[in-house]
């Protein structure tokens, strides 16, 4: 087992018959929510995610965060991980003696190969999966979907595939890379998906990572790239979706008619065929659902609905 306390916070990486186990224990010990939010765009896949029930398990180079699970947050400073790891990302090119020759004399660039391409190794193994305990962020819905999109409440409990977490994020003004000799591979790379820079702390992020049974596939790099590997998608049952929420500019104006405080008319105009898929998959499954509200001058709310198809394309949303 491997421990590290880092900020207050308290890093467990350890293998349990064969299995990886991750625990992090954050200063204010913060209980699990049990359930979290995950927001959607109103496209194609944000659609097809709900509609064929899956997550995605984002590998860190498709982050928007740049320094997100950045590669340099891990000091490679264990040599023999060093020559462990070029040993095996480039077999058979040189004989062990001239490896640890190649390594000593170039040093700082062995170390900085391996820092970079274990990254990518690593993560087709383990995916990200974000998700947050604030729905009623007028930012979050303002740059991942300008209103436009939707969210799914999730009971995480359900999925069925091997998941650590779901972890809150620890949000640091300074961050300091931490030692792989001093942490090993698993514990420092838990760290690396779990330091954030401060400024993202009102997304109120938690993670799930999502652990592959098969390598999957890696956005980046060529030589991993061709590699190959699984998608990145991993399905869940239907009983894992608590809620569906739509986004104060899911629907446009003209889509809408107001008969009363309770019963709002709804005839799709704009980008009809993902609306419809949605609305209808809601209704099929039952799906407890509800609509976005301006809650004052600064804020949102969120009151729940009832959805009746009367005709193609046409909807009543009742509230409850």
């Known amino acids: 087992m491997a421990e590290i306390t880092k900020y207050d916070w308290t890093y467990i990486a350890k293998n349990e018959i064969g299995k990886r186990v991750f625990e992090i224990i954050d ?94 190794d690593f993560y087709r193994e383990i995916g990200v999966f974000s998700m947050t305990s604030n729905i009623y962020s007028l930012l979050m819905w303002s740059y991942y ?82 590699l190959g590997g699984r998608a990145r998608k991993f399905n869940y049952p239907i009983n894992a979706i608590k809620s569906v929420g739509f986004g104060n500019r899911f629907f446009e104006p003209e889509e809408l008619r107001i008969e009363s405080d309770k019963i709002l008319h709804i005839t799709l105009k704009n980008n009809v065929s993902l609306k419809a898929r949605v609305l209808d998959f809601l209704i099929e499954h039952n799906i407890t659902s509800c609509m976005s509200l301006r809650d004052g001058l600064i804020k949102i709310s969120f009151g729940g609905i009832t959805i009746k198809k009367t005709e193609t394309d046409k909807y009543v949303f009742t509230g409850r």
């Not at 400024?199 to 980046?220: K, T, V, Y």
Request: glycine share 2%.
């Open 145 to 226: 979907t300008n209103h436009q999109g939707f969210f799914i409440e999730f009971d995480y409990q359900q999925f069925p595939f091997k998941f650590h977490g779901p972890f809150p994020l620890n949000y640091q003004e300074d961050i300091s890379p931490v030692s792989l000799k001093e942490c090993g591979i698993d514990l420092a790379m838990l760290l690396q998906t779990n330091l954030k820079y401060i400024g993202w702390q009102h997304e109120n992020e938690w993670r799930l990572l999502i652990e592959s049974d098969a390598p999957m596939f890696c956005p980046s790099f060529e030589e991993i790239k061709a």
């Open 27 to 120: 200063k204010e010990k913060t209980e699990k929510p049990t359930s979290l939010f995950k927001l959607y765009s109103l496209n194609e896949n944000g659609v097809s995610s709900l509609l064929e029930q899956y997550i995605y398990a984002t590998h860190p180079h498709q982050f928007n965060d740049i320094f997100d699970c950045f590669e340099q947050l891990i000091d490679f400073d264990d040599d023999e991980f060093v020559f462990e790891y070029l040993k095996k990302l480039h077999p058979n090119e040189l004989t062990d003696e001239q490896l640890k020759a190649k390594i000593a004399s170039r040093k700082a660039d062995a170390s900085i190969s391996a820092q970079r391409n274990a990254r990518e």
